[in-house]
């Protein structure tokens, strides 16, 4: 199977059992913004040198192309057939629970903090971002289509975990956090 097909060469895709739409169509920012977190998520984890991270990482990895699949396959009855499903109460739990862990590490947060640090770090940053993108692109589908409400609440507390990391990162590598002091004059 060749990997490129052409069919894409107008500006459109499928979404799975529901036909080709415009490759700008909500539906598709929105799980295209999740394969982006998802990408910016594995150059993080790649920057870091804590198995504990990687293999959290990792999960979450998993988890978000679920997240993918289910945002890419509009229809429940075609989202049944295929096992489809978006995150559950128990995905959004196990983030709570890598936070409240990895919080225990950290000092507790006193001022904004400026993103970067290593390179680790940073690169957590930068995956906060996007997950933040993410999840405004899934609010937005959610406007025009209801969606589960786990799918909202995963990226949000997704979001709150990459920050941690970011913060872990640093500190694991003895490197202060820059904490931002407001505005100069």
């Known amino acids: 199977m060749k990997l490129y097909t052409r ?5 459109e895709t ?3 059992g529901a036909g080709r739409v415009p490759k700008d169509h909500p539906r598709v920012d929105a799980y295209g913004a999740v394969d982006e977190l998802n990408a910016a998520l594995g150059a993080a984890a790649a920057h870091s040198g804590h198995a504990d991270v990687r293999a959290l990482v990792e999960a979450i990895q998993r988890e978000l192309f ?3 699949a289910y945002l890419a396959t509009p229809e429940e009855r075609h989202r049944a057939q295929a096992g489809i499903r978006a995150p ?3 995905a959004v739990a196990a983030l709570e629970a890598a936070i409240d862990a990895f919080e225990g590490e950290l000092e507790p947060l006193q001022r904004f903090v400026l993103p970067g640090g290593t390179p680790a770090a940073a ?6 971002t996007v997950c933040r993108r993410a ?5 937005s589908l959610d406007r025009a ?3 589960e409400p786990t799918a909202v609440r995963y990226l949000n507390r997704l979001s709150d975990l990459l920050f941690v990391l970011a913060r872990l990162e640093n500190r694991r590598a003895g490197v202060r956090d820059v904490e931002w002091e407001g505005r100069r004059s």
Do not use: P, S, W
């Open 135 to 139: 999840e405004r692109r899934v609010v």
């Open 7 to 11: 069919r894409g060469d107008r500006g």
């Open 123 to 128: 690169l957590f940053h930068v995956a906060r």
């Open 145 to 147: 289509e209801t969606l």
């Open 88 to 90: 559950d109460e128990k």
């Open 66 to 68: 679920a997240l993918g």
């Open 14 to 16: 499928d979404l799975v």
